[in-house]
């Protein structure tokens, strides 16, 4: 049967679309739904820490049916990760009622310049061992996640907040979207073999650091 929208599953366009994505809201089964059209080719699911809210990134040309099929696949998996960070939200009390997770101009300078003080030992011993380098690392105040990677133009981000933690995240996340770079489409089978062999306790300092609520926008 053809997939119709419905009460149960619309689209409409965001004002505030970026130039380099097209942005629309669906709703799939009662789920909210961003999604974000790049030009890229796999899709991407991702529940935002801070509120729950859910985001797709997905092909210029997919169609809609197919990105609705891809989140009912995974609505499981989507709503125990929304009750797993709500419970995490309520244990801290709000995220964005503790003036202890909000940005302020001091916060920034000291997260920025200690992460550019590790960068160059971090570059120096990674590089060799991974077989890639960036060509540009930017560094910048991310809600939803902790690093993304950009394989065609070699260009990694990092979340600023990595520079207020426990130093092994920030040398995890940057092997992580180092190995990106390798262009492995996603985190398959590829990636988790390239990334058992450079830092075989990356699942661990993944969980570790996905237990730390991410800091807001004042």
Known sequence: MPFRRSAASHATQSPHA????????????????????????NMYLRVRPADGSIEISAPLR?????????????????????TRLAK???EKGGMRADPRLTWTDERRREAEATIRAALPE?????????????????????????????????????????GLLDPKFLESVLVHEMTHLWNTHGHGPEFQRRMDAYQPNWRQLKRELNRHPVMQRP
């Open 88 to 90: 995490v939200r309520d």
């Open 18 to 41: 970026p130039r380099t994505a097209r942005v629309t809201t669906i709703t799939v089964d009662g789920l909210p739904v961003t999604v974000a059209r790049k030009p890229i080719k």
């Open 122 to 162: 971090l570059l120096a011993k990674w590089t060799p061992i991974i077989g890639r380098a960036p060509s540009h690392i930017t560094l910048r105040i991310m809600t939803s996640r902790w690093g993304s990677c950009t394989p065609k133009t070699g260009r990694i981000r990092l979340n600023l907040q990595l």
């Open 62 to 82: 997919m169609g809609e049916r197919r990105i609705v099929d891809f989140v009912r696949e995974r609505r499981d998996w989507i709503v125990r990760t929304q």
